[in-house]
T-cell receptor
Framework: GENVEQHPSTLSVQEGDSAVIKCTYSDSASNYFPWYKQELGKGPQLIIDIRSNVGEKKDQRIAVTLNKTAKHFSLHITETQPEDSAVYFCAASPGTASKLTFGTGTRLQVTL | SAVISQKPSRDICQRGTSLTIQCQVDSQVTMMFWYRQQPGQSLTLIATANQGSEATYESGFVIDKFPISRPNLTFSTLTVSNMSPEDSSIYLC???????????????FGPGTRLTVL
């Protein structure tokens, strides 16, 4: 089955700096890669996703890149703000059965 | 996105008892899923709740422990049976929304049910 690794497990940045979180996956059949943000006491919130027919996708301060050859994808947050502090999860899916395999999560702390 | 609600939001239960968690969606969806998130951990898929048929369980999860109902396209329940402290987790319902033929889908999560078993 699919295995998703995520790094780093914790990340601390100063407000205004950029943050990068990286994930690798094992199943070459995976073609859908969402990112979720989970704030304390809440369910995961879908913030951006990418499908295997594109290499990069951007939404305001958030961008995701995908390298299918290397089987890795990354989340980039620019101009970080304190409200970006949360746990971020990457996931991968073959797209046929909607079954998401999640990474282990990254706790992002944005300090003033 | 879909609006998903779960009941209860949290509960504290005694070992040996059972708890049924409800998941309600504001629109009809084909696919509904149940995940478990142990304290400080990632999300693990328990099962896919199929409307009109038995749920499909992932390796390590069995129907006797986690019976699931899916009576219609907007509602599902997960029961955690004969609970032990190891069942203390957040239980999350999620739904899939199709974006269109050949485009793909997105998956959205409910707020979760925080279960503590004493």
């Amino acid at each position: 089955g699919e295995n998703v690794e995520q790094h780093p497990s914790t990340l601390s940045v100063q407000e205004g700096d950029s943050a990068v979180i990286k994930c690798t996956y094992s199943d070459s059949a995976s073609n859908y890669f969402p990112w979720y943000k989970q704030e304390l006491g809440k369910g995961p919130q879908l913030i951006i996703d990418i499908r295997s027919n594109v290499g990069e996708k951007k939404d305001q301060r958030i961008a995701v890149t995908l390298n299918k050859t290397a089987k890795h994808f990354s989340l980039h947050i620019t101009e970080t703000q304190p409200e970006d502090s949360a746990v971020y999860f990457c996931a991968a899916s073959p797209g046929t059965a909607s079954k998401l395999t999640f990474g282990t999560g990254t706790r992002l702390q944005v300090t003033l | 996105s879909a609006v998903i609600s779960q009941k209860p939001s949290r509960d504290i239960c005694q070992r040996g008892t059972s708890l049924t968690i409800q998941c309600q969606v504001d629109s009809q969806v084909t696919m509904m899923f149940w995940y478990r998130q142990q304290p400080g951990q990632s999300l693990t898929l328990i099962a896919t709740a199929n409307q009109g048929s038995e749920a499909t369980y992932e390796s390590g999860f069995v129907i006797d422990k986690f019976p699931i109902s899916r009576p219609n396209l907007t509602f599902s329940t997960l029961t955690v049976s004969n609970m032990s402290p190891e069942d203390s987790s957040i239980y999350l319902c999620s739904v899939e929304r199709l974006l269109g033929q050949g485009i793909g889908y997105e998956q959205f999560f409910g707020p979760g049910t925080r279960l503590t078993v004493l």
